[in-house]
Structures are given as structure tokens and as C-alpha cells.
């Protein structure tokens, strides 16, 4: 009896996978345009700013109509009608490069093609540049910077393939005829597309940086907020709410322990004890609306080391590398229940260090983003005889364009300190040689609880 095993698929099964998905991402590119219908520049400041794009294509279709009828018609002997019929086709697309580029190839495209099979049928000049003549080459080219700065890596991907394929099709079709222009357009919209791919990746990462400032600043402010309302609680209950406690107890005791007190005055204290207790009960109640921020988050844990992937995961989506480190014991954050110990091997965090290693790395990235924006970060949190240990290191900025901020008003690095210190550990800060910043913060940890001691058993009269 023999058995046979599943074995892996061949690899040429693999192979023709991908190649079939790649083909597929390849055709939805070109057929999904990856942007809505809106004008480039439409959210610019300015009105001639707006309307600069259609001023551009505007132009670009009054050249290019003329120039390619020129060409065609005069150098190359295609008849009249049929010349104007192409280099409507070729060049009237350019109108819609503002606003639908993707569309705009979908007829620039063939006609090009058509009009280079249009000038196999004329006769051979000596000095004519075929498949694609220059007025073909210049229109397209425009036609691939727009592209990119609108479209996707895979949709731009696409089309320089489909460029170079029909290209080379042409070639093959009457090498004779070819005079390098296909691989000319070829070469150059690598290029023009390259550029178009990286001012719009450039962009997008600009927008996501300033949208991640804005979120920030409303975090920081909403922050301050609730700790200013936190400290006027904090003060009303340490002072406040302790002398009408002694009033209340005072009040309370009087007629115990002064003698003689008429009933009168037993009445009086009795009054005084109870408007010491109704301002203790709307104290209770002012405090938790200060201590309450109005809304159903409130009742929401705070967030803390189980937070810190989402965090990370957040400011990478924003446009800078981060790398996070967490140890093992300290990769699921406080317990889901409060009852239940930290576990063997994992170090039991207390929720305030919890809270504040969070606020320190969260404070620490959004500083990176403001200050170096693209600066490769590292954030490293782990325990360290008896302490928790965070470190944030960032390098130099990605590019020398100007950083979201230049100046800062240092709230954030003192609102760290404040932290690290009413936890008892110690926080430094400070640049790097090669232009990076650091924040090491080294919070102590309680000591581990012993292990339960075993239940002793019932007393033997020898023990009593």
C-alpha cells in the first residue's frame, strides 16, 4: 500500500498566479480612475490659481490641433480630412488632462495608434520619424505628466507597460519604417511619469502630515483642558472638601463632647453638621463634572501600552517610518480583568505608568512629525530592573523642506516631565549629533507580589 503526500503547487502554477493578478491590478488601474472628477488645483487658495489648469490645457490643445494637421498633412501626405480627423483626436483630448486624465488616454491612446498605422500606408520619406512623430511625442508626454500627479502607482504602472508594449508591436510590424520614436516615448515618459508619481506621492504625504498636526493640536488642546479642570478638582478636594469634613465631624461630636449645651445650641450644631453635609454632596457632584469632559468617552479606559500599535500604526499611515519595539510582558497592557494578576513573566504595570508611557510616546511622535517630518523613528519600550523604560530616537529630517513648525512653545517636553515625575522616575531630552532628537524616560515599577502562600490547615491543640 503506498501514500502519496500533498505536496507545494508546481512553481510555474505560482508564477502564472501572479502574473494573472498583476494583469488583473494592471486592467482595473487602467479602467478605475483612482481621483474624482475635481480640477487639479481646485483647492488652491487663489482664483488664478484654479484656473490655471484649464488656462494650461487650453493652450496645450490650440498648439497641438494645428501642429499635428501640420505635420501630417504636409510631411507625411495624409489627406486632408483625414489628418484633421486624427489630430482632432490626438490633440482635443488634451482639454480634459485637469480634470480626467484616465478618460483623456482612453482616446489619445488608440488614435495615436491608428494615426501611426495611418502613415505605414504613405510613402517612406527619407528623414520621417515613425510610429510616433513629434507633435505625437510632445502631446504625449504632457498627457503622462498628468497622469501622475493624479493617478496611482499601479494606474501610471499601466500605462507606461501599454505604451511600451504598442511601441514595441509597431516595431515588429515594420522595423524598416521604425526610426526609434517608440523607444524614445518609451525612455522619456519613464521619466515624466517617475517625476508626476513623486510630486503627487509628495503631496499626499503633506496633506496627511498637516492633517495628523491638526488632529494633534486638537488632542493637545483638548488634553490641557481636561488637566486644568483635573487640577481645580484635585485642589477642591484636597482642601476644600477636607475643612467641611472637620466641620461636618466637629458639628457631629459637639454635644458629646462639650457638656451643658442647651438645646439650642444642640440645634444649632445638629443645622450646622447637616449644610456641612449638603455642601460636601454638591462638592461630590462639582467635582465629577470637572472631572468629566461631557462625553461618552469618559467611561472609556485610558489609553496605555495595548494602545501604543494602534499609535504607531497611526503616525506611519501619516508619512514617517516608525519602528516599535515592546517587550513580550508588556505587549497586552492592563488586564482586561481587575482581578486578575499580572501573569508569570510579565511585569504588572501600575495605570498611572501605564497612561503616562503612553502620553510620552505620543507626545515624543507628534513632535517628530511637527519638527522633522519623514526623520526615521525608533520607539522602544521594555523593563529594566525594576523600571519601565521608554526611548524614542528619531534621525535627522527626510528632505530639507521646512519642517510643520519651526518654533514650539516646549509644553509637550514639560508636560513629559511632569509626568515622569509624579510617577518618581526621571526624563531626558535632547538632540542627537547627527541632527536627530531623543526622549529616554525611566519610570520605576513596584515590586513584584509574592506568591501566594498555601492555605494552612486546621490548628493541632499542640499549637494552641
Known amino acids: 500500500m503506498s501514500t502519496t503526500s500533498a505536496g507545494p503547487p508546481p512553481p510555474a502554477d505560482g508564477l502564472l498566479s501572479a502574473a494573472r493578478r498583476n494583469l488583473r491590478e494592471l486592467a482595473h488601474g487602467l479602467s478605475h480612475a483612482s481621483h474624482p472628477s475635481t480640477p487639479l488645483l481646485a483647492d488652491a487658495p487663489k482664483l488664478w490659481q484654479r484656473l490655471l489648469p484649464y488656462a494650461v490645457v487650453l493652450a496645450l490643445a490650440a498648439t497641438f490641433i494645428p501642429v499635428t494637421i501640420t505635420v501630417l498633412s504636409g ?27 484616465l478618460q483623456a488616454w482612453w482616446i489619445i491612446f488608440p488614435a495615436d495608434i491608428l494615426g501611426a498605422l495611418v502613415l505605414l500606408a504613405q510613402p517612406a520619406e527619407r528623414h520621417d520619424v515613425w510610429p510616433w512623430i513629434p507633435p505625437v511625442i510632445v502631446a504625449y508626454l504632457f498627457l503622462l505628466l498628468a497622469l501622475g500627479l493624479r493617478e496611482t502607482r499601479r494606474t501610471v504602472i499601466a500605462v507606461w507597460v501599454a505604451t511600451g508594449a504598442a511601441g514595441a508591436v509597431l516595431h515588429l510590424i515594420a522595423p524598416d519604417r521604425s526610426s526609434g520614436s517608440a523607444l524614445l516615448l518609451t525612455i522619456l515618459g519613464a521619466v515624466v511619469l517617475f ?35 483635573t487640577r481645580i478638582a484635585r485642589e477642591l478636594h484636597d482642601v476644600v472638601a477636607h475643612h467641611m469634613s472637620v466641620i461636618t465631624v466637629q458639628a457631629d461630636s459637639a454635644p ?63 508619512g514617517l517610518p ?32 501605564d497612561l503616562s508611557a503612553y502620553r510620552i510616546v505620543q507626545e515624543a511622535l507628534a513632535n517628530v512629525v511637527r519638527h522633522a517630518p519623514g526623520a526615521r523613528t525608533r520607539v522602544l519600550v521594555a523593563t529594566d530592573t525594576g523600571h519601565l523604560v521608554v526611548l524614542v530616537v528619531n534621525g535627522p529630517a527626510a528632505t ?51 506568591p501566594a502562600a498555601a492555605p494552612a490547615g486546621p490548628l493541632s491543640p499542640e499549637d494552641l
Do not use: C
Request: hydrophobic share 35%; net charge neutral; charged share 25%.
Open 75 to 101: 510631411q507625411h501626405g495624409v489627406p486632408g480630412a483625414l489628418a484633421g480627423a486624427l489630430g482632432v483626436a490626438q490633440a482635443a483630448p488634451l482639454l480634459m488632462l485637469a480634470h480626467r486624465p
Open 256 to 318: 458629646y463632647r462639650i457638656s451643658g449645651l442647651s438645646k439650642a445650641a444642640e440645634e444649632e450644631f445638629t443645622a450646622i453638621a447637616a449644610a456641612a453635609r449638603e455642601s460636601l454632596g454638591e462638592m461630590r457632584r462639582l467635582l465629577s463634572v470637572l472631572r468629566s469632559d461631557g462625553t461618552d468617552g469618559d467611561r472609556a479606559p485610558q489609553p496605555g501600552l495595548d494602545r501604543l500599535q494602534q499609535l504607531v500604526e497611526a503616525t506611519v499611515r501619516a
Open 400 to 450: 530639507r523642506s521646512s519642517p510643520l513648525e519651526t518654533s514650539g512653545t516646549g509644553h509637550g517636553l514639560v508636560g513629559m516631565r511632569e509626568r515622569v515625575r509624579l510617577t518618581g522616575g526621571t526624563l531626558h531630552t535632547g538632540p542627537l549629533p547627527d541632527g536627530g532628537f531623543r526622549v529616554a524616560a525611566r519610570i520605576p515599577l513596584p515590586p513584584p507580589a509574592p
Open 322 to 353: 516608525v519602528e516599535l519595539s515592546l517587550a513580550a510582558e508588556l505587549s497586552g497592557g492592563r488586564s482586561k480583568d481587575p482581578g486578575s494578576g499580572p501573569g508569570p513573566g510579565r511585569a504588572e504595570v501600575p495605570p498611572a505608568v
Open 195 to 229: 517625476v508626476g508619481g513623486a510630486v503627487r506621492e509628495r503631496g499626499v504625504a503633506q496633506r496627511r502630515l498637516a492633517e495628523q498636526e491638526t488632529i494633534s493640536e486638537a488632542e493637545r488642546a483638548q488634553r490641557t483642558l481636561l488637566e486644568e479642570r
